[in-house]
Every structure is written in C-alpha cells, then in structure tokens.
C-alpha cells in the first residue's frame, strides 16, 4: 500500500537553513503536502505542490519534488524559533480522497 | 480567516461508553474527513463524507464507527462502544475540493 517515509528528529540553529526530507511510495500520487504541528494544536496546511511541478516556493518555504525518486523536500530559511514543530509530510493519489501522512519530523531550532 | 473548529478539546470516558465528537467544519467547504493520530503513531485516515454520505473510509473504520451531518454546519464522529485502544488525538479536516484538506485542532479522546 501507499507509504510515506520522514526522518524524525532535526536540529538546526536559528538562523540557519532547514531541509526536511520525505519519501513516498505511491508514483500515482497527484498532490503533496507539508503540514506542521504546534505543540497541541492542529495540523497546518503550509503548502502543496502539485506532481507536475519539481519546485514551488512561498516566501520562506522551498518546496522541491523528485518524481523520479518519489522524494520531497520542505527547506526553510533562516529557521527561527517559532518554527519549532512536527512537520508532517503527505500525499494524495489519484483516486482515493484520504491523505496518506508520514510519521512527521520533530523539528528543534537551538538559539 | 475561517478554521475549522471542534469540541470538546479533551473527552475523558469510559470503556463500552458511546461518545460523540463535534466538528464544524469551513462553511463553504463540501468534502469533510475525519483522521486520527494515537499517540506517537502516524496521523490516519478514518472517513471522507460528501453529499451527505460517506464517499470512503479505511478498514478502522468499522461498525462501531458512524459520521453524521445533522444539520448544516455540524459533522459528528460517533464511536458507539469505546474501546482502550481508540485512546487517540481526532482530527477532523474540510476542503472545497480533493486537493486540500483543512483541519481542527483535534479531540484528544481519553478511554479508561
């Protein structure tokens, strides 16, 4: 079945540039996501890029899609620490409704 | 900016108890889910529901396990007899069409 694959830790310090990495498995795949997740809050859409696009940036966020090698990645730039968070990757393929989530990567931004 | 909300924040019950969780979702939004996310687990996937029916659901997503929109801006979750392991964070999401989805901020729901 559909899977979604993310490291789970990260530390960066502020200031600093982070890229988060995902792996998926559905090469049907139409659309992905990266949601983040404040300590008990919901889940926050920050972006989707559609499967015919290899890049999509929004002001400090870059969005970079391999298809060839079913990999997506979230870069933020100059990381501070309000961006602290779960970041969770996600992917929606061509048929079914339900988003498929990857495990999220607990992001750390050290002052 | 309009969100979608949800109540209680935390639901505390007890085993073999029916609980019904509230979502209302983005008013203008067709396409409503719900997920949920045990804790330290991947969120997943219960139920999508649209034109007042449900459209998919996943294989947790059984008998015990029903989704409602009983009025015009409500969408319940029901469990009807609540078990340990639905100990779980609840999120429901909406979306005006397949490609984005919305969500709350979740029911923590507390089985004991």
């Known amino acids: 079945g559909e899977d979604v694959e993310q490291s789970l830790f990260l530390s960066v310090r502020e200031g600093d540039s982070s890229v988060i990495n995902c792996t998926y498995t559905?090469?049907?795949?139409?659309?992905l996501y990266w949601y983040k997740q404040e300590p008990g809050a919901g889940l926050q859409l920050l972006t989707y890029?559609?499967?015919?696009?290899d890049m999509k940036q929004d002001q400090r966020l870059t969005v970079l899609l391999n298809k060839k090698d079913k990999h997506l990645s979230l870069r933020i730039a100059d990381t501070q620490t309000g961006d602290s968070a779960i970041y969770f990757c996600?992917?929606?393929?061509?048929?079914?409704?339900?988003?498929?989530f990857g495990p999220g990567t607990r992001l750390s931004v050290l002052p | 900016e309009p969100e979608v909300t949800q109540t209680p924040s935390h639901q505390v019950t007890q085993m073999g108890q029916e609980v019904i969780l509230r979502c209302v979702p983005i008013?203008?939004?067709?396409?409503f889910y719900w997920y949920r996310q045990i804790l330290g687990q991947k969120v997943e996937f219960l139920v999508s529901f649209y034109n007042n029916e449900i459209s998919e659901k996943s294989e947790i997503f059984d008998d015990q396990f029903s989704v409602e929109r009983p009025d015009g801006s409500n969408f319940t979750l029901k469990i009807r007899s609540t078990k340990l392991e639905d100990s779980a964070m609840y999120f429901c999401a909406s979306g005006t069409g397949f490609y984005e989805q919305y969500f709350g901020p979740g029911t923590r729901l507390t089985v004991t």
């Open positions: 890029i559609f499967s015919n696009m």
């Open positions: 559905d090469s049907s795949s139409t659309y």
């Open positions: 008013s203008n939004h067709l396409y």
């Open positions: 996600a992917e929606r393929g061509n048929y079914g409704q339900n988003f498929v």
